[in-house]
T-cell receptor, first 115, second 113 residues
């Protein structure tokens, strides 16, 4: 069974606040975790990936991974209206081609940052 | 510029027609993928290919066909057997030099008229 669960939202935060996006996954053997941002009508673009437990920071974005709890999150600090988009969590599933790690996507969380 | 090019961006299909969506990449990636996205839904894998002349069905392959005759190209044919083809189609690729991270083309919108 392969599932990636996200709260569909919408998640509304004021400009300058921290947005917290959460994702759980079912495959305990998953090793690679990705966050994509998708603007309406556009294709997904990669924001971050994380492989190890703990935090990984890149600018205003921090990915957090807890493999024991099968949980990955994305924090966006100092949220801007331009961050308003749908955020897709993706997890590799070993059932597709082994080490190549094809991805299972969640349905996404819609984030709205209000000026 | 390196990237993934999908064409056409918008396509209309009549009932009973087959249509082919083009996907070309110049990233030298070995693996290529086709996803389908419906409104408010996540991405669902149609087909993927890890090497030339080989491809595998994903979760929703029925009514679709692909070929991988060249490393750079992975066209998707939406056949008349696909009963509900209206969707946003995304081609993607990944390679070892990018840590097997999947990157997407700009997508193709297919509408049945």
């Amino acid at each position: 069974q392969k599932e990636v669960e996200q709260n569909s939202g919408p998640l509304s935060v004021p400009e300058g606040a921290i947005a917290s996006l959460n994702c759980t996954y079912s495959d305990r053997g998953s090793q690679s975790f990705f966050w994509y941002r998708q603007y309406s009508g556009k294709s997904p673009e990669l924001i971050m990936f994380i492989y190890s437990n703990g935090d990984k920071e890149d600018g205003r974005f921090t990915a957090q991974l807890n493999k024991a709890s099968q949980y990955v999150s994305l924090l966006i600090r100092d949220s801007q209206p331009s961050d308003s988009a749908t955020y897709l969590c993706a997890v590799n599933w070993r059932g597709y081609g082994g080490s190549q790690g094809n991805l299972i996507f969640g349905k996404g969380t819609k984030l709205s940052v209000k000026p | 510029d390196g990237g993934i090019t999908q064409s056409p961006k918008y396509l209309f299909r009549k009932e009973g027609q087959n249509v082919t969506l083009s996907c070309e990449q110049n990233l030298n990636h070995d693996a290529m993928y086709w996803y389908r996205q419906d409104p408010g839904q996540g991405l669902r894998l149609i087909y993927y290919s890890q090497i030339v002349n080989d491809f595998q069905k994903g979760d929703i392959a029925e009514g679709y066909s692909v070929s991988r005759e060249k490393k750079e190209s992975f066209p998707l044919t939406v056949t008349s057997a696909q009963k509900n083809p209206t969707a946003f189609y995304l081609c993607a690729s990944s390679g070892q030099d990018s840590g097997n991270t999947i990157y997407f083309g700009e997508g193709s919108w297919l509408t049945v008229v």
